[in-house]
C-alpha cells in the first residue's frame, strides 16, 4: 500500500534562527583561498573538534556533531556566574563543584603513578588562595576601590596578610550597611541596588532608582540568555539582566577588550561565610549576601569539545570537502580516512551510503541510538523540529537478499514499531542495494557510492479497531 506522509511536527518554543548548511563546493571555488578548512582529530577512536570557531560553524552550519559534555548543542560553560576582576573575567563556581574537580586531579594525579601522599601534597599545594595582581593606570589604591565597591569579599584577594583583615572586616559591614538600607527601601525590587537607567530623569521615574546608564550588550549575544524568572529568553520577556549574567555576556561576546584566556586558570571558590552569632538582623542580611569569594586555581580544567560521528566526519571531508582530519599529528587523506572508519565500524560501509542520501535530500540525520534505530531524520535541525523518522539501515543485493545487519523477529519488529509510534515518530526501513557484479575489493575506495541505489520502506503498526472504524465511515 502507499505510505501516508506526516507533516513533521514543530517545536512549540524554538530558541534560534535558522542559518543556511555549508554549501557544497564548486570545482572553481575548491581551490580558492577564501574556503575555509575546519580542523578535527582522531583521539582514541573518536573525531574532535577542538577549535571554538571550527565548533560554532560545524554545528551552526548543519548541527554536525554534539558536544562531549552537553546534551547536544556544545554550550556547556564552567560557571553561569562570573566576576570582573581587573582585566580578567572569572567564572564563580560552589565549593562543592570545586571539591569535586579535586577529587578528579587527585584520580589523575594517581592514574600517571603518582603515591597518595605526593599526589595529596601537591594538591595541597596548588589549591591554595591566590592573590591576583589588579593594578590598574591609577595604582593599587583606585583598583582596591573599584573592587572593594564591586564585591567586599574579593578584597581579600589584593593581599593575604593580615594587615588588610580589619580593612576587610570594615568593608563588610558597611556592605551588611548598605544591604541593610537598601532592602528597607524597597522589598519589593531586590534589584534596586544595582545601579541602571532607563532614560533622563526628568522623564523616567525609575531614573532615581537606576541612576546610571546600563552596559552595552552586544544583541547577538543577548539572544542566548535564558531569563531566570520565565521560560524565555531576555530579549522577549523584557526582564533585566542581573550582575552575574551581565558578567557572563560581556565575557562570551568580549566587549571590554579583555583576554578570558589569562584567566583560564583561575576560578573564584564560594565558599560558606563564618557562622553567625544569632543576631536577627544578622540573619537576615545572609540571606541576601553570598558567601565569601576565594580565589584559587582551578585543579581540573574542563573544556567543551565538537565529537563527530564517523558518518558526521566522513561526509565533510568527502562530500563538502571542508574539513581535514589528522590522525598523531598528520593529515589524513580521503582514502585513508575511509579505510580507517571501516576497519573501526565494520557496517560503515552501508550506514554513510544512507546518511549520504539523507543528506543530500536536506535532512538533517542523527544517531537514532537512543530509539534503538540506526538515525533519526529531522527537518531543519534539532532545534526547529521533532525527529519524523526512525531509520534501520539494512544492506541487500538486487533482489533484496542478503544477510541482515540487524535481524529482526516478529516479536522485535512490533516492539521496534510500537516504541517509535509511541514517540511520535515513524519507523523506515532503508535498504542500501548493492549491484550484483560488485566485488568486495570495490567498497575499499569511497567510489563504489555511485554505483549504490538506496530505497525507503516505512512501516506502519496495523490496528484493528481503528482500520474496522475506517470501513465503517465508508
Not at 557544497?24 to 573538534?49: G, R, T
Not at 568527502?318 to 590522525?327: E, Q, W
Amino acid at each position: 500500500m502507499e505510505a501516508v506522509f506526516q507533516a513533521p511536527k514543530r517545536r512549540q518554543k524554538v530558541y534560534e534562527s535558522f542559518e543556511s548548511p555549508l554549501p557544497v563546493p564548486i570545482a572553481k571555488e575548491a581551490s580558492s583561498p577564501q574556503s575555509l578548512i575546519y580542523k578535527a582529530e582522531v583521539i582514541n577512536q573518536h573525531v574532535i573538534v577542538r577549535e571554538p570557531d571550527h565548533i560554532q560553524a560545524l554545528y551552526g552550519k548543519g548541527y554536525f556533531g554534539k558536544g562531549v559534555l552537553s546534551k547536544s548543542r556544545p554550550e556547556y560553560s564552567i560557571s553561569d556566574r562570573w566576576e570582573n576582576i581587573g582585566d580578567k573575567y572569572l567564572p564563580v563556581i560552589p565549593l562543592s563543584k570545586y571539591q569535586k574537580h579535586m577529587t578528579w586531579a587527585h584520580s589523575a594525579l594517581l592514574s600517571q603513578g603518582l603515591d597518595e601522599e605526593v599526589a595529596s601534597q601537591v594538591l595541597q599545594k596548588l589549591t591554595l588562595p591566590v592573590a591576583l595582581n589588579v593594578r590598574g593606570e591609577h595604582g593599587q589604591e583606585h583598583v582596591g576601590e573599584q573592587v572593594s565597591q564591586k564585591s567586599p569579599e574579593l578584597a581579600s584577594f589584593q593581599s593575604p596578610s593580615s594587615e588588610n583583615l580589619s580593612q576587610d572586616q570594615l568593608m563588610e559591614d558597611v556592605a551588611e550597611a548598605e544591604d541593610i538600607s537598601d532592602e528597607g527601601k524597597d522589598l519589593e525590587c531586590p534589584q534596586a541596588k544595582i545601579p541602571r537607567r532607563q532614560g533622563d530623569p526628568l522623564y523616567d521615574p525609575l531614573a532615581e532608582l537606576y541612576s546610571q546608564e546600563p552596559e552595552q550588550v552586544d544583541p547577538n549575544a543577548l539572544a542566548k540568555v535564558k531569563c531566570k524568572r520565565h521560560d524565555d529568553w531576555i530579549v522577549h520577556c523584557g526582564c533585566r539582566l542581573d550582575e552575574s549574567q551581565m558578567m557572563s555576556v560581556l565575557f562570551k561576546s568580549g566587549l571590554e577588550g579583555c583576554d578570558p584566556s589569562a584567566a583560564h586558570g583561575y576560578v573564584l571558590v564560594e565558599e560558606p561565610s563564618e557562622e553567625d552569632d544569632g543576631d536577627p538582623i544578622h540573619d537576615k542580611v545572609s540571606k541576601v549576601r553570598t558567601g565569601k569569594l576565594v580565589c584559587r586555581i582551578n585543579p581540573f580544567n574542563m573544556m567543551e569539545y565538537l565529537q563527530l560521528s564517523y558518518e558526521e566526519a566522513f561526509f565533510l571531508v568527502y562530500a563538502l570537502g571542508c574539513l581535514s582530519i589528522y590522525y598523531d599529528g598528520e593529515p589524513l587523506s580521503v582514502l585513508q580516512v575511509w579505510q580507517m572508519f571501516c576497519s573501526v565500524q565494520s557496517s560503515f560501509e552501508t550506514t554513510y551510503a544512507a546518511y549520504h542520501y539523507f543528506r543530500s535530500k536536506g535532512w538533517v540525520p542523527k544517531s537514532g541510538i537512543k530509539y534503538g534505530t540506526d538515525l533519526l531524520l529531522y527537518r531543519k535541525g534539532p532545534p526547529f523540529y521533532h525527529a519524523s523518522y526512525s531509520v534501520v539501515v539494512e544492506r541487500v543485493d538486487e533482489s533484496f537478499q542478503g544477510a541482515p545487519l540487524r535481524p529482526f523477529s516478529w516479536r522485535s519488529l512490533a516492539a521496534l514499531s510500537r516504541t517509535t509510534g509511541n514517540v511520535s515518530k515513524e519507523l523506515m526501513l532503508c535498504y542500501v542495494i548493492m549491484p550484483s557484479d560488485m566485488k568486495t575489493e570495490e567498497t575499499s575506495t569511497p567510489e563504489f557510492l555511485k554505483r549504490v541505489k538506496v530505497q525507503e520502506l516505512i512501516v506502519s503498526r496495523w490496528i484493528s479497531s481503528r482500520e474496522r472504524t475506517e470501513q465503517d465511515d465508508v
